[in-house]
């Protein structure tokens, strides 16, 4: 029993870390295009809620749906890794957009910028 309280104090004293996986920054318009995001700590899975937006070039910002559906990733819980796909629309290609990845775990926060610029 006291093992295990001092393994939970450490994975709650260790940082969170947020790892972003996708096939490259350049991702084809009209096609799937499927990515993951992994939330540790410790080095072992944590739960989260994770938020997803596009930023365009002038600021605006865009909600990210789920899969096909028309469900907005917004604090969407997960545990460990998040799995998804994104098609990005035409009227994205040529245009550098920022994927903006927000994970919260606890009380802590954390934000991934991933730069895309849309081809095909």
């Known amino acids: ?3 295990a309280l001092a393994a939970a104090a450490v994975l709650v004293a260790a940082p969170v870390k947020i790892t972003v996986t996708a096939p490259d920054h350049v991702p084809p318009v009209g096609a799937r295009w499927n990515y993951s995001v992994a939330a540790t700590a410790g080095g072992r899975p944590v ?3 994770i938020t997803e937006q ?3 070039p002038i600021g605006g910002t865009h909600p990210v749906q789920f899969g096909s559906s028309t469900k907005i990733i917004k604090n969407l819980p997960f545990k460990g ?3 998804d796909y994104m098609i990005w629309p ?3 290609r040529g245009i550098p957009l920022t994927w903006r990845i927000t994970v919260v775990v ?3 926060r954390r ?3 991933y730069k895309v610029t849309p081809q095909g």
């Open 90 to 92: 035409k009227s994205s």
């Open 111 to 113: 934000v991934v910028n």
């Open 1 to 3: 029993m006291l093992t």
């Open 47 to 49: 739960k989260g809620l």
């Open 106 to 108: 606890g009380t802590t």
């Open 81 to 83: 890794v998040f799995r």
């Open 54 to 56: 596009i930023v365009d």
